[in-house]
C-alpha cells in the first residue's frame, strides 16, 4: 500500500514539475525593416572565455529589437545590429553593464 502512495505522489511531483517548467507563450513576433538595422562595434572590457562571450550574447539578444549579436573575448568587442527605431546604444550599453561587463569606445558606428 505504501508503494502504491509513494508512487502516485512522485507521479503528482512529476506532473507539478512538468506544468511549472512548460515554456511561455510565444512572444509577438516583431516586425523589423531592414532600412531600420544599424551596425556597430563596441569595445568590451571584461570577457575572459566563451562563457563570457555566450552570457553577453545572451542577455543583448533579449533587447527587443536586436537582429544579431557576436561578443568577441579575444577581441574584447562585441557587434550589434539592431532596428534603431526599436532600441538604442544606450539600452545596449546599460544591459552590457548589467550583464556584469564594462562597455568601451564605441569602434564601429556603421556608417562606413
Known amino acids: ?3 502504491i502512495i ?7 511531483i512529476v506532473l507539478l514539475a512538468t506544468i511549472s517548467c512548460s ?3 510565444e ?4 516586425v523589423i525593416k ?3 538595422v544599424i551596425k556597430q562595434v563596441l569595445g568590451v572590457d571584461g570577457m ?3 562563457g563570457c562571450e555566450i552570457t553577453l550574447e545572451k542577455n543583448v539578444s533579449e533587447i527587443l529589437g536586436v537582429v544579431s549579436v557576436k561578443a568577441s573575448s579575444d577581441d574584447k ?3 550589434v545590429q539592431y532596428d534603431k527605431t526599436k532600441t538604442n546604444l544606450t539600452q545596449i550599453i546599460k544591459t552590457i553593464k548589467k550583464a556584469g561587463y564594462i562597455p568601451l569606445d564605441l569602434i ?3 556608417s562606413q
Open 34 to 36: 531592414k532600412s531600420n
Open 77 to 79: 568587442q562585441v557587434v
Open 6 to 12: 509513494y508512487h502516485y505522489v512522485l507521479i503528482i
Open 1 to 3: 500500500m505504501q508503494k
Open 23 to 25: 515554456p511561455q507563450q
Open 108 to 110: 564601429d558606428d556603421g
Open 48 to 50: 575572459t572565455c566563451m
Open 27 to 30: 512572444s509577438e513576433k516583431v
